[in-house]
């Protein structure tokens, strides 16, 4: 089942640990080349820490097909962030895209209410002619320690389409270093799903060795999006993510989680 019925929650106990939402745009120069005061003053009350620093761009093949290919290095791109004082919310804006993303997420409305005013400060100060891509994207970390479910396996709480060798009966998954599933698969109504799911460690282990599930969604719209209907368009891709989420899991994980229905 890779989608289940259209069900909200609030999980006491819940597993995201990150969720950003991506905008891109036709190229504006002038943000690679001059620093967003404008735009940072209409957003410092919320995002008052700001920082910058140089990207280096993949370079790029020019003349493929030619008699004289050659790759030529790129210009740096400028990544302008803008961070809430408790330093759970960020904003980054470059020449090519504008992002908010946490890592406290509670609730969707919260979260939109968030993206609304930097995106339309953005859109005041820049006047982009469209966007290109839209993209919404939730990380999931799932700890059987932290739900006191280390007596189970993997395929006792993810469905098996995420598995892979692990839901083979006879293998051990104490002895698999590394497994994961990774997908993408065109939806309806133009949307894409990239998925990356399978047990790993946040930040190398560094702080917490124990591996974690880890399911990662991201859905993205492509095309020429007008202002006008990026609400509509995130509301579809909030959608395909929550009953992407419920389609994956079992429900011994969903109880674990301490789940709280939510009201439309």
Known sequence: MLFADYQR????RSPLIEVI???RFPTILSINTAEPADFQEAIRQDFPRYAARKEQGPP??????????????????TNHSFVSADGFWKINLT???????????????????????????????YQPAFFQRLGLRYVNAISKKRLGLTDLLWDDLIRS?????????????????RSSVDTEIALDGGVRMKVHAGPGLINGGKQDPEPKFILDGDFSHSGELSAEKLPAALEE????AVRFFHGAILPELHEAMGPAPMAE
């Open 161 to 177: 389409p995420y598995l892979g060798i692990l839901g083979e009966p006879d293998v051990d998954e104490t002895k698999v270093g």
């Open 9 to 12: 929650y609030q999980y006491a």
């Open 60 to 77: 790029k093949l020019v003349g493929a097909g030619g008699p004289n290919p050659k790759v030529e290095p790129q210009s740096p791109i």
């Open 21 to 23: 939402c991506q905008l």
């Open 237 to 240: 891709l909030h959608r395909y």
């Open 95 to 125: 020449k090519d895209f504008i992002a908010l993303s946490t890592l406290r997420y509670t609730r969707w409305e919260d979260f939109a209410l968030r993206l609304d005013k930097p995106l339309a400060q953005f859109i005041q100060v």
